[in-house]
């Protein structure tokens, strides 16, 4: 069973920067899609961004496009969401999500929660102004 474990995540200031890594326990990650999705207290679980198994596709959430990026290192098995120009309503918990027990095509990416099997137990992200 593949497990994600979440790092880096702070209290930072408004304009500030964070990079999230996520750190899967198992080879396999290599040939899952990944993405990171958010929940702020009181609201449901957001997408964020996702990034194919080749790593040659992304996808975004608009509002975080421009400012986020998503990358992998499959040889680390790692995913990474660099943050950059935070704000206060990037304040969440940020989950870690695989595509792990189906087989997908190189180059797609998932937005909906419900496409994910595997989650990482979260990170908590808290931007003040």
């Known amino acids: 069973q593949v497990q994600l474990v979440e790092s880096g995540g702070g209290s930072v200031q408004a304009g500030d920067s964070l990079r999230l890594a996520c750190a899967a326990s198992?080879?396999?990650?290599?040939?899952?899609?990944m993405s990171w999705f958010r929940q702020a207290p009181g609201k449901e679980r957001e997408f964020v961004a996702a990034i194919s198994w080749s790593g040659g596709s992304t996808e975004y959430l608009i509002s975080v496009k421009g400012r986020f990026t998503i990358s992998r290192d499959n040889a680390k098995n790692s995913v990474y969401l660099q943050m950059n120009s935070l704000k206060p309503e990037d304040t969440a918990v940020y989950y870690c999500a695989a595509v792990v027990q189906k087989i997908v095509p190189a180059y797609l990416t998932f937005s909906r929660p419900g496409e994910y099997d595997t989650w990482g137990q979260g990170t908590q992200v808290t931007v003040s102004s």
């Open positions: 198992r080879r396999t990650f290599s040939s899952a899609a």
